[in-house]
């Protein structure tokens, strides 16, 4: 069974401050993905990033990164000074190459605020 | 503009009224899903469809019936709505059926079953 887990349910930062998201997965297929959505206030599913199981260079893009470690089954995601349009619920999710269902198995998220 | 589309955004009904979410995507995409997000459980995945007349059940597909007779729509059918479906549901579309290409999702529809 897969699993994903966001165990920071809730961060509070000043803008400004970086800020890490932690994801840890568990799955027992050799090939899969690792998603991030963004989910501000206004409730879309914003997509960020795609990363699959044998790509496991880092990734930046402005001032949002991407850890990917198999060795810790981990996919960290860091925010680099802060804003405050950055606040939202932040999902981790993980997919499986089954060839039949693109489910993705979702964390349950992380409410990030960020403070003027 | 490449989206997905569902409607309504908001809706209140009661127990046992039967009710239709519709979702539509214009990318022509093969694969579509439906998923609810619940405060502290992240979203879970209702009912996916891998193409035209090909369905099949997620996580949670109880209470809950989708079609797809035709390729961009895959409406979300409640027949007997119960407040324990009072919930926030996306629609979700993606090119392929695999994993290669993510997840587009609709703007969510919150509904609420009193």
């Known amino acids: 069974a897969q699993k994903v887990t966001q165990a920071q349910t809730e961060i509070s930062v000043v803008e400004k401050e970086d800020v890490t998201l932690d994801c840890v997965y568990e799955t027992r297929d050799t090939t899969y993905y690792l998603f991030w959505y963004k989910q501000p206030p206004s409730g879309e599913l914003v997509f960020l990033i795609r990363?699959?199981?044998?790509?496991?260079q880092n990734e930046i893009s402005g001032r949002y990164s991407w850890n990917f470690q198999k060795s810790t089954s981990s996919f960290n995601f860091t925010i680099t000074a802060s804003q405050v349009v950055d606040s939202a619920v932040y999902f981790c999710a993980l997919s499986s190459y089954t060839g039949a269902n693109s489910k993705l198995t979702f964390g349950k998220g992380i409410t990030l605020s960020v403070r003027p | 503009e490449a989206q997905v589309t569902q409607n309504p955004r908001y809706l209140i009904t009661v127990t046992g009224k039967k009710l239709t979410v519709t979702c539509s995507q214009n990318m022509n995409h093969e694969y579509m899903s439906w998923y609810r997000q619940d405060p502290g459980l992240g979203l879970r995945q209702i009912y996916y469809?891998?193409?035209?007349?090909?369905?099949d059940k997620g996580d949670v597909p109880e209470g809950y019936k989708v079609s797809r007779k035709e390729k961009r729509n895959f409406p979300l059918i409640l027949e007997s709505p119960s407040p324990n479906q009072t919930s926030l549901y996306f629609c979700?579309?993606?090119f392929g059926t695999g994993t290669n290409s993510p997840l587009h999702f609709g703007n969510g529809t919150r509904l609420t079953v009193t």
């Open positions: 979700a579309s993606s």
């Open positions: 469809s891998m193409n035209v007349e090909v369905t």
């Open positions: 990363r699959n199981s044998f790509d496991e």
